[in-house]
């Protein structure tokens, strides 16, 4: 019938099918289930598949598929509306399973990083793990640190690790860095040394460049053309750096951003360091970078100066300081400016609040407070926030509401938060690297297992309550040798419970 009409009826005037459906086109969902209901030949309009595959992709669902892939965008819509509700519920109630991603004995969590869902974790030991939560197997593959055969003794730590959606990187203790494709396997394609401790590690996120700090010096390296890599730029700064990001989507060769105590530079190219920011005695507590803006936290001089901590936003092609953020006398901890949406800022303090900034106005949208010794990491969306705190406390927020919707306590600080729609992925990592009695000399290692740090993967899209879930604990079977129950009473131990 919808291939039969040539001309639809608009009160006195019949106009050609293409032209009403041009008119449609400006209508949403609820316009067009009422025009539905008008006659044969408007609902026959209104349901056109052009019309339902435009407003999915409005929407933001199914936004990689064409429109000849399925039929049907109407039910489509109505499914991915109806998933979507579903992941918010089960967000707000915490239904969902929850596992906790494992490590061998004697190894102590060093540093943690996610990508999509594709999860990174460093250890004293020097191993580096990786874990796929998107697919429920936590079998991890250890990638292989491609230290000389000549190295002898111990594998230093693992200072810091990264990920994007095509490499890992890790940083060591003594100064190596090694990359590795997730697509050829578990040896390095790249490594490069250091004389010095790395402080500072960077990966891009689309890209394939990587920025180290180390004492005065940050070395950026990507491949070319070819895929050979190179040092791509070699900068020496006065002061040790503390923090270093990577500008995303950059043009042409990598630009990173690092923070060095006061002062704040724009690393591009072989031309020297430009100073974005530098006022004396004011040293930078917290940085984060987006495709064309800086925020970083700045320490104030104290009460006695009337100079307040704030979050300050630059434009990084403009170098132009766009906003002055908050007035607390609390130091700024973490920021989180890539992640939030548009025109969005979220702010952790020593103050134990979280701040939710909208960067079109000074003063914060909400105030959330819930953690007893300063907020450690956050990540916020359209509507909810989550945060991390120095006491191990994992809180969930409704940002509209300004409420708490759950949290989850371990033992260390929280260092690590990352979450998607569906997904949510939090790390303790303690602050003692070497306590008593978790050397791997030790006689009774599972005593000291509450030194070690943990990951948690909650994954929301499953209806479980996520308080009942099965831990791994308690996931063994007969054939184990040796099971733990720290923290957890097992009624009926090596049972699959």
Known sequence: FQNEINEVPFFDVHLPYELALKIFQYLGRAELGRCAQVSRTWKALAEDEVLWFRLCQQEGYLSGASISERCGWKQALKDCRARERALRANWKNRVGAVSQLQYELGKILCGVHCCDGVVVAGYTS????LWDTRTWDYTAPVLEPGHGPGDAGPQ?????VRINSS????????GT????????????????QHNQRVQALALGAPGAAVATASGFQ???????????????GTFEIQKLVSFLHLVPEALGSPVAVAAAEDIVYVLKGEDPGKVLHSVYGQPVTCLDVSAHEAAFGVKGFGWLLNEPNQVLLYNLETSQCLRKLGNSMGDFTCVNLQDSPPSMLVTGNKDRRVRVYDLRRAEPLCSLYG???????????DWKVVSGGEEGLVCVWDQRMGTKLWEMHARHPVRYVWFDSHS?????????????????????LTAHRKHRGIIYAYE???DQLAVESVLPICRSSYDEVTGYSYNIGLAVPYDNI
Do not use: C
């Not at 590795?180 to 490069?192: N, Q, V």
């Not at 940050?218 to 040092?231: A, L, M």
């Open 424 to 444: 949510l992925i939090t790390a303790n990592i303690p602050d003692e690297k070497t306590p008593r009695g978790a050397s791997i000399d030790d006689d009774d």
């Open 460 to 462: 929301f899209s499953v």
């Open 218 to 232: 940050v070395k950026v390296e990507s491949p070319d053309d070819r895929g050979f890599w190179q040092t791509t």
């Open 156 to 160: 230093p730590h693992v200072s810091f």
């Open 126 to 129: 020097g191993e580096v793990r």
């Open 177 to 192: 860095v090694s990359v590795w494709s997730l697509m050829t396997g578990r040896e390095p394609i790249h490594r490069y």
């Open 167 to 174: 490499l890992a990187v890790a940083a060591y203790e003594d």
């Open 371 to 381: 953690h007893q010794l300063g907020v450690s990491a956050v990540q916020m969306d």
